[in-house]
């Protein structure tokens, strides 16, 4: 059993420890919903919109996860990382804060605000903090502050017993926990929060029970992913991404998409449109099929970086700094529908969950496998909200 696991069977509440204990001992049919919302001229939106697109899937879930990421939330603190952690016991949170304030440099600290909520039951203690890398301990380490704060938060998910660090981007967070989806929102009292994108996850888990921080968004940095499915592939894209440095030990193939994510677009530097292609590439049979020009770059692709095809049902949702994507495994064996609205880019598992929160659609359609829909903040507003 990994670390994070082991130290939250030691010391948590005893649900936190008997999801943790159980983890990956058994089976579910498989369920799931999935959801966002992304405004690409910065509009600045609460986040009860998601709650109630997410809440009119609640069949999909079984109340064994449910959660959130939202981006542009934090403009006060919009250069420094925020570090969303789970802390199993004050222990934790004293050896985890001790490493904090060795390798950054904390502006600001505090519990993320909560409230009850029939239905989540007491969890682990639940901290933020502002951060950037320590100058000094940043020129020694002869990396980028990105890699830093990367390693950071592997080193305290690995090493530090009891806490574990579940959102590490700038101006966003995750926010999530076991629980309906609609419920963690309230717990969280999401419709505080205003940003330009959200999105959503109920979880139905197919191989787990679910605990804390196995509940999706998984994350690293400012890369966000909520999935629906279940990823054949998982053994063959861990091996590989784990020759990285990117230890998988949280025994959900959700993970793995994360880490994948940001491999391609933080260290090989593709366009998402790009991942899409090695992600979801088509069958050499179709590849073969294309224009030239259009073949050998499919070619190129699917030769360089082949042991990052994702094989297996599955539909995602990602976030990242300025964007928002979606994506079908290429045989389209899980439900996504995208919609349009003037500057708002709509996804969900299904169409009901859009209309609800905007009946009076611009565009419906439903992707194809392996299609890929993005929208990106405008120049101005990404300026506006990151400059």
């Known amino acids: 059993m990994n670390n994070i696991s082991t130290a939250i069977k030691n010391g948590g509440t005893a649900k936190f420890a008997e999801a943790a204990a159980l983890e990956g001992s058994f089976r579910n049919p498989s369920g799931c919903a999935i959801s966002g919302i992304f405004s ?25 996860g449910g959660g959130f990421a939202a981006y542009g939330i934090y403009p006060e603190h919009k250069s420094k990382y925020a570090l969303h952690i789970f802390h199993n ?23 993320i605000p909560t409230q009850a909520v029939p239905g989540i039951d007491q969890g682990p203690l639940i901290w933020r903090y502002f951060a950037t890398p320590r100058r000094d301990k940043l020129r020694g380490s002869q990396q980028d502050e990105r890699e830093f704060t990367a390693r950071a938060v592997f080193h305290i998910n690995q090493g530090i017993d009891g806490s574990f660090v ?5 101006n966003m967070g995750v926010f999530k926990a076991v629980g309906y989806p609609e419920d963690v929102g309230r717990f969280y009292r999401l ?12 979880r139905y888990p197919t191989n787990t029970p679910g605990w804390w921080g196995g509940a999706h968004p998984f994350s690293l940095l400012d890369t966000t992913v909520v999935h629906n499915g279940e990823i054949s592939s998982y053994d063959a894209n861990r091996r590989s991404i784990e020759m990285y440095g990117y230890p998988c030990t949280l025994q959900t193939d959700t993970e793995v998409i994360a880490y994948i994510i940001d491999y391609l677009s933080r260290r090989r530097g593709l366009t998402f449109e790009e991942i899409c292609r090695v992600t979801a590439a088509p069958f050499w049979s179709e590849i073969a099929k294309m224009p030239e020009d259009e073949r050998k770059e499919y070619e190129f692709l699917r030769t360089v970086f082949s042991p990052y095809l994702i094989t297996g049902p599955f539909s995602i949702l990602v976030g990242f700094t300025g964007g928002m994507m979606a994506l079908n495994d290429r045989l389209k064996l899980r439900s996504m529908v995208a919609a349009e609205k003037g500057d708002l880019l709509y996804c969900s598992s299904e169409e009901s969950a859009i209309r609800l929160i905007e009946p009076d659609l611009d565009r419906v359609w439903a992707p194809s496998g392996g299609e890929c829909v993005i929208a990106r903040l405008e120049k101005d507003a990404y300026k506006r909200i990151y400059g």
């Open 166 to 170: 579940f959102s590490s981007g700038k």
């Open 89 to 111: 016991d004050i222990s934790a949170k004293i050896e985890t804060e001790k490493y904090l304030e060795e390798t950054f440099e904390i502006s600001a600290s505090s519990t």
């Open 191 to 202: 419709s505080d929060y205003e940003g330009y994108c959200f999105t959503a996850h109920g």
């Open 40 to 64: 690409k001229t910065g509009k600045l939106m609460s986040g009860e919109s998601i709650i109630q697109s997410i809440e009119i899937m609640h069949e999909r879930s079984n109340g064994l």
